[in-house]
C-alpha cells in the first residue's frame, strides 16, 4: 500500500508566479489535511478536506490561497501571486477517516517551495 | 485554543543510553489523542507513538515509551537505548477526539542529537 504522496518535492517560483502542490492520499484515505511548516518552526494545519468538500479552512491565509479534493484526482494546494513568505515545507497527511480509534493522520514527504 | 508547548529545543543523548523530551499541553477538553512524531532530514513526519487520553496506562513502542500525566497535561517521550538513527526533530502533537476531522496542533519541536 503506497504511502502519501506529494509532488513536486521541490518548487522554485518567481514572486508573483503561482503555485500548485499535489497530494494522494493513501489507498481508501478520504480526509485529506495540509499543513505549513515555516523555516525552524513546527507544522501549522491549514485545511481540512474530504472528496469534493471543504470542511475546515479556518488555518488558512484569506487571500491567494485555495484548496480543492475533486473527485477524481489528487488533492491541490494553490497559491497565487507568491510571496517570498509563502517559502515553506507543505505537507499533506491523509486519514481513513474523521474520529475515533484509527485516525491517525499519515503525512506525505512534503513539498519545499522557495520563492525567488 | 489548545496548545502545545515543547521547551526543550535541543537535546543530546550519547548511543545507548536514555533521553526523555518534554512536552506540555493545554486545552478544556476532557477526551483528545496526543502523539508524538519524528522529523529526521528527510523532513518525512514519521509517527512514533500515540496515546488516548482515556486510557491512564502509557503507550510504549519497543524503546519509545511514554510519561502521560493527564492532571498536569504533561507527555513527555522517552527513548531507551538511544540509537544513531534516532537523531531527528521530534514533536508532539495534539488532537481532540470527538470532533469530526480534528486538526494536529504541533509544538515547536525539539531537535535530538545522538552521539556515539
Known amino acids: 500500500n503506497a504511502g502519501v504522496m506529494q509532488n513536486p518535492r521541490h518548487l522554485v517560483r518567481r514572486r508573483g508566479q503561482e503555485a500548485r502542490l499535489r497530494c494522494s492520499p493513501m489507498?481508501?484515505?478520504?480526509?485529506v489535511y495540509w499543513y505549513r511548516q515555516l523555516p525552524e518552526e513546527g507544522l501549522k494545519f491549514m485545511v481540512y478536506?474530504?472528496?469534493?468538500?471543504?470542511?475546515?479552512e479556518s488555518g488558512m491565509p484569506k487571500e491567494r490561497f485555495s484548496a480543492e479534493f475533486p473527485k477524481e484526482g489528487p488533492s491541490i494546494l494553490r497559491i497565487q501571486q507568491v510571496v517570498r513568505g509563502d517559502s515553506a515545507a507543505y505537507f499533506c497527511?491523509?486519514?481513513?477517516?474523521?474520529?475515533?480509534?484509527?485516525?491517525?493522520?499519515?503525512f506525505g514527504p512534503g513539498t519545499r517551495l522557495t520563492v525567488t | 485554543a489548545q496548545t502545545v508547548t515543547q521547551s526543550q529545543p535541543e537535546m543530546s543523548v550519547q548511543e545507548a543510553e536514555t533521553v526523555t523530551l518534554s512536552c506540555t499541553y493545554d486545552?478544556?477538553?476532557?477526551?483528545?489523542?496526543l502523539f508524538w512524531y519524528k522529523q529526521p532530514p528527510s523532513r518525512q513526519m514519521i509517527l512514533v507513538i500515540r496515546?488516548?487520553?482515556?486510557?491512564?496506562q502509557n503507550a510504549t513502542e519497543n524503546r519509545f515509551s511514554v510519561n502521560f500525566q493527564k492532571a498536569a497535561k504533561s507527555f513527555s517521550l522517552k527513548i531507551s537505548d538511544s540509537q544513531l538513527g534516532d537523531a531527528a526533530m521530534y514533536f508532539c502533537?495534539?488532537?481532540?477526539?470527538?470532533?469530526?476531522?480534528?486538526?494536529?496542533?504541533f509544538g515547536e519541536g525539539t531537535q535530538l542529537t545522538v552521539n556515539p
Open positions: 502533537a495534539y488532537r481532540r477526539a470527538q470532533t469530526s476531522g480534528s486538526r494536529l496542533t
Open positions: 496515546q488516548e487520553a482515556y486510557k491512564q
Open positions: 489507498k481508501g484515505h478520504s480526509h
Open positions: 478536506l474530504q472528496k469534493e468538500n471543504i470542511i475546515d
Open positions: 486545552t478544556s477538553e476532557s477526551d483528545y489523542y
Open positions: 497527511a491523509s486519514s481513513p477517516k474523521d474520529r475515533g480509534i484509527g485516525t491517525e493522520q499519515y
